[in-house]
Each structure stands twice: as structure tokens, then as C-alpha cells.
């Protein structure tokens, strides 16, 4: 039940919830906003450059060029180190030295040919057309940044990373994965410091200007959960060298596994619950099935990492069926061995007492007693405990603030009349964010265009911006033109609203997109995801092969038929561990065609043969 106005509990989060759905929390320069001319870079005195010189005074521009639309650019992203702590001590002196700081920014990347996107509160996001030129200008403004007095006295370490590559631009603004990943590498560094990409690191070699040089840190994992990136100090006599270890993902203890693709959006959602998670020890993520409830609390461990000094630690329940076994599933992950004598749960409840940990219970809903009362004996051991559930339903116990996790925005329906969606407007929405990321993976040339917009938009919209059922209609990109998808989506839809009608909207959605992604398999294809499902934890290919083959398909056959389940996101595949595993709502799809099917019995009979055990659990 979601309704705000029968579950109290509901309310803490929607008493903070920022007006505007999932607009991003960043302010951006606007053309009324008072730009500094002349008078405030002589003010400020010029920065020196890199290699000794005084850079020059230019006009301030913050446009980028018209044609930086389709060019590979360079982003910087600054940051300044402790900026909250400063305004709680030294409003007065800060919003001075704020000032500076800006100033002295936007002159820096002025001054070599860059321009701002925006100002983020206390730090910047610029690009560049090359890579040399953000080099040196982030340089500069470390530099200058070096005496106090350049900022009325009070110190200000900026973090600055820097990366280039793939963008889309919106406006004045710019989107993708590079982009993400500029931030990212900004966000590990130390006040002070300056971190660039294994590509801009490239782009220099060779080229650096005198006294510049940069130093390889190594490949680090950066806390969008995405592949590891190699990352290099920027090095020069002015600038301190020597910094404490990277903040990154493994700077913390953690369990949380690498992401094969994008996160997207949900700024704000982010936001809002890091803020409940500050004052409140338990806050739940509730929400219908596939709406991104795990997702978003995988994202949110890695940004709280820093928080939680004896680590995050994401406790998977769904492949879980004995209520019993909550406990030793949370201590399986935290490492905790029950003493002689004593139960898993007290050995659990004296390891929580004196340390400060996130834990996240992901998927709750099947056996929401048992870990309603394990979080309750768990916050009432560990004073530093903090608990972050996903789950369709909430726990209902003293002290919960439950936050419904919203679907993604969507486009509104245009009369045709208006001529259709322009693909700049489009993409501002966070669904057609996801459609567009998850059909490049199927197809890298996917872009939006006019032809296709308006079925892009339709296919947004008939699927409630619910990211699963998104992911599955784009990962048929590469078979279907999106017209073609949206058009079968909406007979699929005409259909369903013919029978059906007990259902909640939303799961009606969803229902109909895995059934219907479902019916767009080859009939082997459907045979291995129904068997798949009696893996309750995931699978191996080895287990796969012996458990699932037989009955019309070959084991050999399984490998590919498994990659094609992956590529149509019907199935995931860990990185870390090769493991494989079917998100929980298709699973539970699986399961009822396995059992329509007839050959649970045959497929229990063959995971269980010894040599299959080691495998996975069978679970019917
Ligand atoms: N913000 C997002 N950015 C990118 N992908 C997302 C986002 N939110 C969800 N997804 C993807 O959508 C799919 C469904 O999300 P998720 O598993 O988090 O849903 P859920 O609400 O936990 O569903 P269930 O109730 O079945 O457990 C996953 O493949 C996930 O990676
Ligand atoms: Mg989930």
C-alpha cells in the first residue's frame, strides 16, 4: 500500500520532497546572472599559467561555440573540499571567498579557450574543445587558488577532475556517460588535487607544457559503480604532490558489485533519501516491481560510503525463501561466524554494537517479519547502524520512513497537431535518458531523430517510465525499428485492457512488457529463461548446461541462447563474478510459464544430481 495518506510513516518523505520530480539539484548560469568583466579579473589579479606567465585578461563568454555540438570535449568538474563545514563556521568569510573562487574560475577556463556549463553551489562544471587547454587551465586555477589572500583570506582546497569524450548537448547543458564519468573522477580526488582520464592523459602525452607532469595512480573504482578507470595526477612545482589514498569505491569496505551499465537520473531521489538516511536509522524504498528500488539503493550505498566508516553491505534476499534464514544471510555478508554456544543472531547483534555500518536488506517483500524483526534487534544493538530496505510493502515497525521510489519521467502526449517531440525536449526526460542509453548498448548508432521521436516518446509514456519494462522494449533495437516496438507495444496494450482489469496499472504494465518480450523469443530461447528459473541465487554457465539442457535443447546450445537472454536484458551477468542472474520479477515470470509448462519435475530431478548441487539452490 503507497498511499501517503494511510501510512504516516510515508509522509517523512514526502514532507522534503523537492517540487520538479527529478530535476537535478545543480544551478546553472542563467543570461541575466552578472558575468565579471575586466574590473573583477584586475580585482582578482591575474593567474599565473603553468609555466610561469601571466594569462590573458579576455572577454567573458560562457556560450560554448556553436559547433561544439558534435565535437569530443574536454569536462572539468571542481569541488570544494569541506565547503558544508565552512558555511556552518565561516558563513561571512565563505561567501566571500565563494566569490573569488567563481571568479577565478570562470577566468582560468576563459582564459584558455574553455567555457562554463555551470556552477554547482561550491564548485564548477566547464568543457573545453581540447584537452591540453583544460589541463592548463585547471592548473592555473589551482594555482591560484594556492594563496589565501586570493580568496579574502580563507583557504579553499578545490578537487578538480577531468575527463573527454561522448556527450549530448541540451541547451547549454551536457549529458552522457562521459560526461558522468568527468564528475566522478572529480568527486575521488582531494581538495587540492588534480585528477585526469587514462583519455585526456593520452591526448597530452607529449605535449605537456614545462614543469607539468603527470603521475599514474592506477585503475580505480569509481563510485558510479562502472568499470574501473585509470586515473593520473596532475603534477606541478607549485601545487602540493603528495595526497592521502583515493576516495574511492574500495577506500571503504563494501560488497557492492560493478554496474554493466549506466545509472540514470534520480538526482534528486539520491538527495532525498541520503537526507532521510540522516535522520532516520531505517528508511525502506518502496515500490512495484522492476521500478528501480534496488538500483537506486545500490547507487545510494556508493555515494554514502564515505558516512560509514566500517562499510555498506547489500544483503540480497529475494533468492531467499526461508524466513529463518534472514540472519545468516546478513552475516553471511558481514563475515560474522556465530560463537560456540551462541546463535548467528546474538554473533550478528555484537558485531552491529560498536561499528557504523549501512546495511541495505534488498527485496524484503517475501519475508517481511523476519526482517522487520531482525532490524528491529539490530538498531536497538548497533547505536551506529543505519538500515536501507527495498521492498514492495513496507516493514511497519517503530522508527521506519518509507520513500516511494517515483518511475522515471516520461514525456507528455503531444497532439500530432504540434508536429511531434523534438529530440532535445525529449531527452531532457529521464525514461527516454534510459531508452536511449540501453538501445546504444544494442545498438551503438541508436541516436534520436526526427522519424523516430514520436515512437520514442510513446514508448516512454505506455511504460509508465518504469525503468525494467524500458530496458526490455530498448534492448529490441537492434531486431525492430522503435515505430515497429511501439506499435506492437500498443496492440499488446489494446489487448490487456480488454481482460485484465484487477490488476494495479502499473503492474499491468510491466506484465504485459515481460509477456510481451517474452513472446518475441525463439522458442529455445524461451524454453532455457523458463528453466533458468529454478536457480533461486543465480547460476553458473556449468550449472545452466547440466540443469537446463535436455528435452529439445543441446547443452551446447545454452551459451548462446544465455547471451542472447543477456542481450535482450531479460537476463544480467555479474562482471565480477561471471555468475548469472534474472532479475526477481522475471524470475517470478519464468517460474509460472516453467510450471504451464510441465517440467519442474524433470528439471528438480536433474538439479539435483550431485553434480548439479554445488551449483546454485533449487527453489520451487
Ligand atoms: N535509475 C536507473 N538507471 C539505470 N537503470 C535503472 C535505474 N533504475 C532501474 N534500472 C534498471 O531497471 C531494472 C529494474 O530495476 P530494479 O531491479 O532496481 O527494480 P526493483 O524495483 O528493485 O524491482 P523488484 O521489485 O522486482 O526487485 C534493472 O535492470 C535496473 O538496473
Ligand atoms: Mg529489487
Redesign the pocket.
Known amino acids: 500500500m503507497l498511499d501517503g495518506s494511510m501510512d504516516p510513516s510515508v509522509l517523512c518523505a514526502l514532507s522534503g520532497r523537492l517540487p520538479g520530480g527529478n530535476a537535478g539539484t545543480l544551478g546553472s548560469f542563467t543570461p541575466s546572472e552578472p558575468r565579471p568583466g575586466a574590473a573583477a579579473l584586475a580585482r582578482a589579479g591575474p593567474p599565473a599559467e603553468p609555466n610561469g606567465r601571466t594569462i590573458r585578461a579576455v572577454p567573458d563568454v560562457h556560450d560554448p561555440p556553436a559547433d561544439s555540438d558534435l565535437a569530443d570535449l574536454t569536462f572539468l568538474f571542481s569541488d570544494i573540499e569541506g565547503s558544508t563545514r565552512l558555511w556552518e563556521t565561516e558563513a561571512g568569510r565563505m561567501r566571500v571567498a565563494l566569490d573569488a573562487h567563481d571568479r577565478l574560475t570562470r577566468d582560468a577556463v576563459v582564459a584558455h579557450g574553455g567555457w562554463i556549463v555551470k556552477t554547482t553551489g561550491d564548485g564548477a562544471h566547464a568543457a573545453f574543445e581540447r584537452p591540453l587547454d583544460a589541463l592548463n587551465a585547471t592548473v592555473a586555477l589551482q594555482l591560484a587558488l594556492a594563496d589565501p589572500q586570493a580568496t579574502g583570506g580563507l583557504p579553499l582546497r578545490v578537487r578538480c577532475g577531468l575527463h573527454r569524450g561522448w556527450h549530448e548537448r541540451r541547451g547549454n547543458d551536457y549529458y552522457g556517460r562521459d560526461v558522468n564519468r568527468a564528475a566522478r573522477i572529480g568527486s575521488i580526488a582531494h581538495g587540492g588535487q588534480v585528477l585526469v582520464s587514462q583519455a585526456v592523459a593520452e591526448a597530452v602525452a607529449g605535449a605537456l607544457p614545462e614543469g607539468v607532469a603527470l603521475k599514474d595512480l592506477g585503475r580505480v573504482r569509481l563510485r558510479d559503480l562502472s568499470s574501473p578507470e585509470r586515473v593520473h595526477q596532475v603534477l606541478h612545482p607549485g601545487l602540493r604532490a603528495d595526497f592521502p589514498a583515493l576516495r574511492s569505491l574500495e577506500s571503504t569496505p563494501n560488497n557492492l558489485s560493478q554496474q554493466l551499465?549506466?545509472?540514470?537520473?534520480?538526482e534528486s531521489d539520491l538527495a532525498e533519501v541520503a537526507r532521510l538516511l540522516r535522520e532516520h536509522r531505517l528508511v525502506t524504498l518502496l515500490?512495484?516491481?522492476?521500478?528501480?528500488?534496488?538500483?537506486?539503493s545500490v547507487q545510494l550505498g556508493a555515494e554514502l560510503l564515505d558516512r560509514h566508516a566500517d562499510g555498506v553491505w547489500l544483503v540480497e534476499l529475494?533468492p531467499l525463501s526461508d524466513e529463518a534464514l534472514v540472519p545468516q544471510a546478513v552475516a553471511g555478508v558481514l563475515g560474522v561466524k556465530e560463537a560456540p554456544g551462541g546463535s548467528v543472531l546474538d554473533a550478528l547483534l555484537d558485531f552491529v554494537r560498536e561499528r557504523r555500518l549501512l546495511i541495505i536488506l534488498d527485496?524484503c517483500e517475501h519475508l517481511l517479519a523476519a526482517c522487520a524483526d531482525l532490524a528491529k534487534r539490530l538498531l536497538r544493538a548497533g547505536a551506529g547502524l543505519t538500515l536501507l530496505a527495498?521492498s514492495?510493502e513496507a516493514l511497519h515497525i517503530a522508527g521506519e520512513c518509507s520513500y516511494p521510489?517515483p518511475a522515471?519521467t516520461t514525456p507528455r502526449p503531444q497532439p500530432l497537431a504540434a508536429g511531434g517531440p523534438d529530440a532535445e525536449s525529449l531527452s531532457r526526460h529521464t525514461a527516454v535518458q534510459?531508452f536511449v542509453d540501453r538501445a546504444r548498448g544494442a545498438l551503438p548508432a541508436f541516436r534520436i531523430e526526427p522519424r523516430n521521436a514520436a515512437a520514442v516518446a510513446e514508448i516512454c509514456q505506455r511504460l509508465d517510465g518504469i525503468?525494467?519494462a524500458i530496458?526490455l522494449a530498448a534492448a529490441r533495437v537492434r531486431a525492430l525499428p522503435v515505430t515497429a516496438i511501439a506499435e506492437r507495444l500498443r496492440e499488446s496494450f489494446r489487448l490487456l485492457a480488454t481482460t485484465d482489469q484487477t490488476v494495479l496499472p502499473r503492474q499491468r504494465t510491466l506484465r504485459v512488457l515481460i509477456d510481451w518480450s517474452h513472446d518475441l523469443l525463439a522458442p529455445p530461447e524461451r524454453a532455457l529463461l523458463r528453466r533458468l528459473a529454478v536457480f533461486a541465487g543465480g547460476w553458473t554457465l556449468d550449472a545452466a548446461e547440466a540443469v537446463c539442457a535436455g528435452d529439445g535443447l543441446e547443452a551446447d546450445e545454452v551459451l548462446d541462447l544465455l547471451t542472447l537472454l543477456v542481450e535482450k536484458?531479460l537476463a544480467?551477468m555479474d562482471l565480477d563474478t561471471g555468475r548469472y542472474r534474472l532479475?526477481?520479477?522475471v524470475r517470478h515470470y519464468a517460474r509460472e510459464r516453467l510450471v504451464e509448462a510441465g517440467e519442474q519435475p524433470a528439471l528438480r530431478d536433474r538439479h539435483l544430481s550431485p553434480f548439479v548441487d554445488q551449483y546454485g539452490a533449487f527453489e520451487f
Do not use: Q
Open positions: 551499465n549506466a545509472f540514470i537520473g534520480r515500490g512495484t516491481g522492476g521500478i528501480g528500488k534496488s538500483r537506486l529475494a527485496n527495498t514492495r521510489v522515471l534510459l525503468p525494467l530496458e536484458s544480467s532479475l526477481d520479477t
